[in-house]
């Protein structure tokens, strides 16, 4: 079966349905470097490496030919007998991702409890809340132009698909950015660290529950701009995406959906409450 299908796509499904190791390795990085953050840092350094190495082995990959946004086979047999083995790796990946998020918030409201003191929102908060409004603004707009993309390749519209898909990679990039300038500004104007520092001791521990959630956050944010890049290249490669084989657009799509759920949760939380 896996013969005829790649035959049926030339020389793009030559090596498109024969397993991929490296999301694999892009996952043991991870876990190497989230590791080495709980219990020995260098750790962290051998997790960036083969990080690095993960990458360069699916860019390769892709640069010989494997079509990401090629159709798996469905699983069989029972209740996901209609769902592609990709798809149900992706939802998967974000229920994985939705226990990793709520142990840090639960983590973060936990410590907040325990603290003697905590800034009252608008009040004696370092937190730029109009700014960060803006950015959440953003953020959502950005999942409009998201679904607008996946429509515009479903119908076979590649100006909308191409104009859809540069505008959330825009918004994206916009978000990291004011997420950069924000933490700039708090790092060093504000005396807002995730440690103790001399010049505002009593919010260092606002400080840590803040870089981590919204750090994670940014981090998940920043992943999904690459995998972003990506369509955007991939988008005027000509065949590349079609009504009938854009697999690719969907998954891209359900990961940068679920970081713009994960910040209207945050959003409140952090900023707000």
């Known amino acids: 079966m896996t013969d005829e299908h790649a035959?049926?796509?030339?020389?793009?499904?030559?090596?498109?349905?024969?397993?991929?190791?490296?999301?694999?390795?892009?996952?043991?990085?991870g876990g190497i470097g989230f590791a080495g953050v709980i219990t020995y840092f260098p750790?962290?350094?051998?997790?960036?490496?083969?990080?690095?190495a993960?990458?360069?082995?699916w860019l390769l990959e892709d640069a010989r030919g494997v079509r990401f946004g090629?159709?798996?086979?469905?699983?069989?047999?029972?209740?996901?007998?209609?769902?592609?083995i990709r798809k149900l790796g992706m939802w998967v990946f974000i229920v994985s991702e939705i226990f990793f998020f709520s142990a840090i918030i639960g983590n973060s409201l936990a410590l907040r409890t325990r603290?003697?003191?905590?800034?009252?929102?608008?009040?004696?908060?370092?937190?730029?809340?109009?700014?960060?409004?803006?950015?959440?603004?953003?953020?959502?707009?950005?999942?409009?132009?998201?679904?607008?993309?996946?429509k515009g390749i479903e119908k076979g519209n590649l100006r909308l698909?191409?104009?859809?898909?540069?505008a959330t990679l825009l918004l994206g990039i916009a978000f990291v950015s004011i997420q950069?300038?924000?933490?700039?500004k708090l790092f060093f104007e504000e005396h807002l660290t995730p440690w103790m520092n001399p010049f505002e001791p009593q919010l260092a521990t606002f400080g840590t529950t803040f870089y981590m959630q919204t750090g994670f956050h940014g981090a998940h944010v920043t992943g999904g701009v690459f995998g972003l890049a990506y369509l955007n290249y991939k988008a005027w490669k000509k065949d590349w995406f079609t009504p009938?084989?854009?697999?690719?657009?969907?998954?891209?799509?359900?990961?940068?959906?679920?970081?713009?759920?994960v910040w209207i949760f945050l959003f409140p939380i952090v900023y707000l409450i």
């Not at 993960?54 to 082995?57: E, H, I, R």
């Not at 891209?252 to 970081?259: A, C, I, N, Q, S």
Request: aromatic share 12%; proline share 7%.
């Open 180 to 184: 950069v300038y924000e933490y700039n």
């Open 70 to 84: 090629e159709v798996t086979y469905p699983t069989e047999p029972g209740i996901f007998k209609s769902v592609s």
């Open 161 to 166: 698909f191409r104009g859809a898909l540069l």
């Open 54 to 57: 993960g990458l360069a082995g």
């Open 7 to 29: 035959s049926a796509h030339g020389d793009h499904g030559a090596a498109g349905h024969h397993g991929s190791m490296w999301p694999f390795v892009l996952a043991l990085a």
């Open 115 to 150: 603290a003697p003191f905590w800034p009252e929102p608008g009040v004696d908060s370092p937190l730029n809340i109009p700014l960060t409004a803006l950015n959440t603004f953003i953020l959502i707009t950005s999942s409009f132009t998201m679904v607008q993309a996946l």
């Open 43 to 52: 750790l962290v350094l051998v997790g960036i490496a083969v990080l690095a």
């Open 244 to 261: 009938h084989n854009h697999e690719g657009v969907e998954l891209v799509g359900l990961y940068w959906h679920f970081v713009d759920i």
